[in-house]
């Protein structure tokens, strides 16, 4: 199956879940994961019609934006270190996985230096497991209001990664439980801060998360074919 028809499937199948729920397809964006795929199979999904593309990795990302000539957005959606900020300040679109009001700085340095605004995700461990990123759900607000105060940072969601089930239906509660949380925070009307987007669900997953609220879901290996 060739990357383009793997699109359309997914497309099919975000269109279908969003149906079911309800909602309208356009509401849910897909973020085509490509780490550790290399920039052809960026430049060929491109090319198929898709525009918005996720990395975990700076020095990836970079070198991938380097040889990437097709008009593409690009989001950051792995653990970011403050070190590594100032390699992508400017290049991406939004960065899913803002977990520290340290890192949130850093971004503000970052972004400030070009006279730009950086929108952002902050990043929730609902699941409260040790081996994930993200603040808890307990800290989320008061990150959110220290992050507010940043004038070149604009809060736009949530983003959560659920433990890894084989069934979809077990990740259901771990969604249901960000766009709960994300309710909470909107109701305070915090300046500079939305609540517009939720980044969760991912290849075998994603469909539970668009019936409990995803607008951004992030597929990898359905698309690209496993790592």
Partial sequence: MSIATN???????????SIKAGRDPKSVRL??????????????????????FGENY????????ALVKEPVEWHFIGALQSNKVKYIAGLVTLIHS?????????????????????????????????????????????LVEGIAEMPHLRIKGLMTMPPFFDEPELARPYFQELRELAAMIDAR?????????LSMGMSGDFEAAIEEGATLVRVGSAIFGSR
Avoid: F, Y
């Fill in 7 to 17: 699109l359309e499937n997914i497309m099919e199948r975000i269109e279908k879940a």
């Fill in 31 to 52: 973020v085509a994961v490509t780490k550790t795929k290399p920039a052809d199979a960026v430049i060929e999904a491109a090319q198929a019609g898709h525009k918005i």
């Fill in 58 to 65: 700076v020095q990836e990302l970079t070198a991938k934006a």
């Fill in 98 to 142: 803002v977990d520290r009001l340290s890192l949130a700085m850093e971004i503000e340095k970052q972004w400030g230096k070009l006279g730009k605004i950086c929108d952002i995700l902050v990043e929730v461990n609902v699941s409260g497991e040790k081996t994930k990123a993200g603040t808890s759900r307990a800290e989320a607000m008061q």
């Fill in 189 to 197: 009307k915090i300046t500079n801060v939305e609540m517009r987007e």
